[in-house]
C-alpha cells in the first residue's frame, strides 16, 4: 500500500511539474496577446492551439494529451461549466432543433462521414465509422466566445451550445456502440444498438436527475457557500465517475446534473452571493481547463504522420463540411417548418462553419484500442480535421459572422449601458459623500467642493443619457433590464456579503426578500 | 512515453475516485454538523479529526497520506491562502515577537523536546531531534478560525498566524539539517548548520520575492482576471517546486510570495473585483484543501502501534507544553520589554495553549527515511501529540478564550451593524423604486403602497441606530469605518463588475478613483 501509494504521489508531481509548465505557457500566451493588441482578433484558445503547434514543429512535447486525461478530468468540468451557464428557458424555446442537431445530426454525420472514407479512401468500413463517431462531437468553445464579444443573438449560442452539449454525449455513446465492431467482439444489429444506446443515454440521464435533484434539495436545507461550492465540484467528477461505472453515458449525466443545477438548485437552494461565487469558480475552472486542452492539442500533433494521410485528411474535411451541411440547412428547415423557432439562413451558415471539433474527438480517436490495426490512421485524420476546423473555420468565423450581418448592436448598446452605469455610480458616490458629512472630522469645505463637481457631472451624463433615448428609442428597454438585473445582484449581493462576514443576520427584510423574488419574475 | 503516462493516468484517475469519497465524507460532516446545532461548538477542522479517528477505529482507511501529498500538494496552496490574508500592516506592528516566537521558539522547542525524550526514554538523541523538529510547527487552521468567531483581537489573530507561517519554514528546515545526523551522512556542526540554514531561508526569501514582485508588476500591464487568478496558482505551486528544486526552502518563499502578492500585488495589479475573486478562489481552495487534511490526519491513526508507545507520547505531550510554556512566556514578556507589542498574560496563554501541531508535524515525520531504524517510533509519536494538540487543547481553547475574557465584544458589534446595514439596503430598496417609478409599465398604486411600508421601516431603523448610539458610543467609529469599507467595496465592485460585464469602458470617472484611493489611506 505505502510502495503504491508512493508510485501513485511521484506521477502526481510529474504531471503537477507538467502542468505548471503547462499553464506557464498559456498563460505567457493570454498576456502577450493582451499587450499586442493584432492577437486580440484570434480567440484565446485558438491561439494556444497555434502556439501548441509551434511547440510541436520544434518537438517540445509537453505533456502527453491520454482519453482518460481528456475524459475524466478535463470534459467533466467544461461540460458542467457549460450546462450550468444555459439558460433552460432559452433552451426550452429551441429544444426541438436542438435535439434534432444533437441525435440526428450526429447520425448524419457518422454515416456520412464513415460512407466518404470507406468509399473514397482505402479505409474499411468499420475504421470510417470509428472516424465518423469522433468527428461528430462539436467543440463550441471559441465560437461561442466569438458570439459573446460580437454580440450575436442569443439564439445562436444556445443552439449552438445547446447542440455541442448533447451531441457530446450521443457522439461517445455511438463511438462506444461502434468501437466493438472491428475488434470482433460485436456485431451490429440495429435493435442491439438502440437498446444499448437507451441504456447509456437512459442512465445518464437518471443518475444525473437523481444527483442534480438530490443536490438542490440538500442544498436547501443549509447555507454554506463553501460547502455548497465544494458540491458541485464533487457532484460533477462524482456523477461522471459513478455513472461510467454504472454502464451509463457520463457526458450525459454531467450535462444533467449540470442543467439541474445551474437552472434549478442554484436558484432554490443557494443564496444570490454564493450562486455567483460558484459561477465564478466555474468560470475560472473552465478557463483553466481549456487553456491546458487547447495548447495541448496543437502540442499533440505529428507533423510526418499527418504529411503521410493528407489524401484521407482532405476527403474526411470535405465529408465532414458536407453532412454538417446536410444536417444543418436540412434539419433547421425542417424544424422552420414544424416549430415556432425561426433559424434564418445567415444564422444556418454561421451555425454550420462554425461547428468546430475539439478536445472530445480527440479523446475518442486516442481511445481506439492500441490492439486495433488502423488506429494509427484514425487518430491521424482525426487530427488532421480538428486542426482544419479549428484553425481555418475557427479563424474564419468571426468575418463569416460578421459579413452575415449576424452582428449585433453591441457597441451602440455598450456606450448607453456605460452612461447608466456611470449615472448609478456617480449616484452612489454621492450617497457616499452623505455618509461623510455625519462623521465629523472631515475637512467640509474640501468635500462640498468636490460634491458639487460630481453632482455636476451626474447631471451632464443624465442630459445625455436623455439625449440618447430620443435618438435610441429601441435600446431604453434592453438597458434598462440589465440595470434592474444590476441593481437586483447589487442589493441580494450586498446582503448576502454581509451575512457572509458575520456582520448581518440571516433573516432578511421580508418585504426585500419579496421583492427580489417579484422582479426576478418580470 | 505512452505507458509511462498510461499508468500516470491510471493514479491520476484513482486518486481522484478516493479523494472524491474523501471529500464526499468531509462535506457530510459540515452539513451535518450545521444541521445538529450541537456540532457547532466544534470547530470544523476538529469535527473532521474525530470522524477520521472514528474510520480509523472500524478501519476503513480512505487515502495512504503521504509526506508527498501533504508538502507538496497540500501545504503550498494553505500557506498561501494564509499568507495572502496577513496584512503586511498588522504584521510589521507585532514582527518582533512573530520572528521571536518562529525562530527562538523553535530552537527552544526542538533542543526541549529531543532533550526530554533522550533523558525520559530510550530514544537514541537524533530521533529526538526529529520528534522535536516535527512537532516544533504550529497549526493554527482552527485556533484562528475560533478567534475570529469568537472576537478575539487582532493582534491575537496576527501572533499566532505569523508565528505559524513562520515556524513551518524554520521547522522544516531544521528537520531536513537534522534528518542527515541518524542516517550518518552528516555530522552536526553548529557553523555547518547555520549556513545551511542561511542557505536554505536565504534562496527561499530569495526566489519568492522574485517571483512576488515580478508577478506584481506583471498583472500591473494587463487587466485579466482570469489570467490573474491563474497566475497566483501557479506561482504558489510552481514557487514552491522550483525553490525545493534550487536547494531552498519551498515553504518560505510561498510564504513570501504571499505576503507580497495580498498585500502588494493584488493593489497595484488587480482591481477590486479581481482582488476579491481571487480571495474568494483561495477561500474556497484552504477549504477544500482543509477538508481533506485533517479528515485524512484522523484516519491514518494506527491505534495498536499509538497504544504501544504510549510512555513516549506522553512525555512528549508534556515537553510539547513545557518548551512552548517557556517559549512563549519568556520570548513574549521579553518582547513587552523591548518593543511596543504589549501581549497581556491571558493572551500568552491563550497563545501557549492554542499551539496546535497539525499536517506539518505529520508531514515531517512521515519523510523520515524508511531506512531509518527508529521510524516508527517518530511516527507514532507525533501521531500521538498531534492528536493530543487538535483534540484536547484545540477543544477546550474556546473554555480557555472565554475564561481569560478575551472574546470580544463581537454581539453588540454585529448587531449595530445589522441596523446599519438594513439601513444601507432599505435605502436602496427605494433607490430601486425609483427606476421603477421611471419605467411606464408598472401598477403604479401598488409600489406606492409598497414604497411606504419601506419608508416606514427605514424610519423605524434609523430612530433605533440613533437609540444604540446614545447608549453605546464607543460603537459608532468602528461600525462607520465597517460601513464606509462596504460601500467603498460595492462602489468598486460595481464598476469592475460593469467592466468584466463588457457594459463598461475601463477609463473610471477620475474623481470616482480618487476618493477610492483617499478612503483606503484613511
Known amino acids: 500500500m505505502s510502495l503504491e501509494a508512493s508510485a501513485a504521489d511521484m506521477a502526481i508531481q510529474e504531471n503537477l511539474e507538467q502542468f505548471l509548465v503547462v499553464l506557464s505557457v498559456s498563460l505567457s500566451v493570454a498576456t502577450i496577446s493582451r499587450i499586442f493588441s493584432w492577437f486580440r482578433q484570434i480567440p484565446y484558445t485558438l491561439l494556444l492551439v497555434i502556439v501548441g503547434l509551434g511547440l510541436a514543429f520544434i518537438d517540445v512535447r509537453l505533456v502527453n494529451l491520454s482519453p482518460e486525461l481528456i475524459l475524466e478530468i478535463f470534459l467533466p468540468p467544461l461540460l458542467f461549466e457549460a450546462a450550468w451557464n444555459i439558460r433552460w428557458r432559452e433552451l426550452k424555446e429551441n429544444w426541438i432543433p436542438v435535439v434534432l442537431f444533437a441525435i440526428v445530426g450526429v447520425i448524419i454525420s457518422v454515416v456520412g462521414i464513415a460512407l466518404a472514407l470507406s468509399q473514397l479512401t482505402d479505409l474499411a468500413l468499420p475504421i470510417a465509422l470509428l472516424v465518423g463517431a469522433s468527428l461528430s462531437a462539436t467543440d463550441p468553445v471559441s465560437v461561442v466566445a466569438l458570439f459573446r464579444e460580437l454580440g450575436a443573438s442569443k439564439k445562436l449560442t444556445v443552439l449552438m451550445e445547446g447542440e455541442s452539449l448533447f451531441n457530446d454525449g450521443v457522439a461517445v455513446v455511438a463511438f462506444l456502440l461502434l ?40 442544498t436547501q436545507r443549509f447555507d454554506l457557500p463553501l460547502v455548497e461550492q465544494s458540491l458541485t465540484l464533487v457532484s460533477a467528477y462524482g456523477t461522471y465517475l459513478i455513472t461510467e461505472e454504472l454502464g451509463g453515458s457520463g457526458v450525459i449525466s454531467v450535462v444533467t446534473v449540470g442543467i439541474i443545477l445551474g437552472n434549478f438548485g442554484s436558484r432554490i437552494g443557494m443564496n444570490p452571493r454564493t450562486r455567483l461565487l460558484v459561477s465564478e469558480f466555474w468560470e475560472f475552472l473552465a478557463f483553466f481547463v481549456n487553456s491546458i486542452v487547447f495548447l495541448l492539442i496543437g502540442d499533440q500533433i505529428e507533423f510526418d504522420s499527418l504529411s503521410d494521410n493528407l489524401d484521407i485528411i482532405g476527403i474526411a474535411i470535405i ?187 440571516k433573516n432578511l427584510s421580508p418585504i426585500m426578500l419579496e421583492i427580489l423574488t417579484e422582479s426576478s419574475e418580470h
Chains 1, 2 share one sequence.
Do not use: H
Open 179 to 218: 468501437v466493438g465492431i472491428p475488434l470482433g467482439t460485436e456485431v451490429f444489429s440495429v435493435t442491439d444498438t438502440v437498446l444499448s444506446f437507451g441504456k447509456f443515454v437512459g442512465i445518464g440521464i437518471g443518475l444525473g436527475c437523481l444527483v442534480g435533484f438530490g443536490i438542490s434539495y440538500l
Open 319 to 505: 465529408a465532414v463540411l458536407a453532412t454538417r451541411f446536410i444536417g444543418i440547412y436540412g434539419l433547421a428547415n425542417f424544424s422552420n417548418v414544424f416549430t415556432k423557432v425561426d433559424i434564418s439562413l445567415p444564422e444556418q451558415t454561421v451555425l454550420w462553419w462554425g461547428g468546430l471539433r475539439g478536445s472530445v474527438s480527440i479523446a475518442l480517436a486516442l481511445s481506439v484500442p492500441v490492439s486495433l490495426s488502423g488506429r494509427q490512421d484514425i487518430i491521424d485524420t482525426v487530427f488532421g480535421v480538428v486542426l482544419f476546423t479549428l484553425l481555418i473555420q475557427g479563424l474564419s468565423t468571426q468575418w463569416v459572422l460578421k459579413n452575415l450581418n449576424l452582428v449585433g448592436d453591441q457597441p451602440l448598446r455598450q456606450e448607453y449601458s456605460e452612461l447608466l452605469a456611470r449615472k448609478m455610480a456617480l449616484g452612489r458616490v454621492i450617497d457616499y459623500f452623505q455618509t461623510l458629512d455625519e462623521s465629523p472630522s472631515i475637512d467640509s469645505e474640501f468635500y462640498r467642493y468636490e460634491k458639487e463637481l460630481v453632482t455636476g457631472q451626474l447631471k451632464s451624463i443624465e442630459e445625455k443619457i436623455a439625449d440618447f433615448q430620443q435618438k435610441y428609442p429601441q435600446l431604453e428597454s434592453i438597458a434598462m433590464q440589465q440595470l434592474k438585473d444590476t441593481l437586483l445582484d447589487i442589493e441580494a449581493d450586498t446582503y448576502a456579503e454581509l451575512i457572509r462576514n458575520g456582520k448581518l443576520g
